[in-house]
């Protein structure tokens, strides 16, 4: 029996997957075992920017290595379909004010634009009850950027 192996995808197809999305998984390397988590995403066509909270196991994680797998993923309800791409680089702290300003405002654009609850801002140091335009006015949340991939997979059954 031959193992049928899934295809890969080209570069425009992984990076309109990254485009299109918006949720992602980081896996941080724990202490015994990887520690995952979802992250909310935008993509400036060339980095993948994250807001984390300013607590919690992934900070102490970042911390003691900054060097994670990040998982951006799509598939249908039957899984009928199913892509997702995997990135093994290094998150490094936005330090420039005016750079975190505009990756902040690029998050409310995302929350506004893709009608996302505002459940959503707890998960990002806010309350359900502000608004999104709080993220931007506040800095209440670390800005993280995916530098140095040395490993990408993209795959796709289709």
Not at 14 to 24: A, P
Request: aromatic share 14%; hydrophobic share 35%; proline share 4%.
């Amino acid at each position: 029996m031959e193992i049928v192996k899934i295809p890969r995808m080209e570069k425009g197809e992984y990076d309109r997957l990254i485009e299109e999305g918006y949720v992602c998984r980081i896996a941080f390397q724990g202490e015994k075992y990887p520690y995952i988590a979802p992250f909310l995403y935008v993509f400036d066509g060339r980095f993948l920017y994250f807001l984390s909270t300013k607590y919690g196991k992934k900070i102490d994680y970042f911390r003691k290595s900054p060097y994670v797998s990040v998982e951006v993923e799509r598939y249908s309800c039957d899984l009928s379909y199913y892509t997702f791409v995997t990135m093994q680089g290094r998150l490094e702290e936005v330090e420039d004010s005016i750079e975190k300003k505009l990756i902040r405002e690029r998050f409310v654009e995302l929350i506004v634009g893709r009608h996302l609850s505002n459940n959503i801002l707890g998960a990002l140091g806010h309350s359900p009850q502000d608004p999104p335009e709080a993220i931007a006015e506040e800095e209440r949340s670390l800005v993280w950027r995916l530098t140095g991939v040395k490993d990408l997979v993209a795959l796709k059954n289709l």
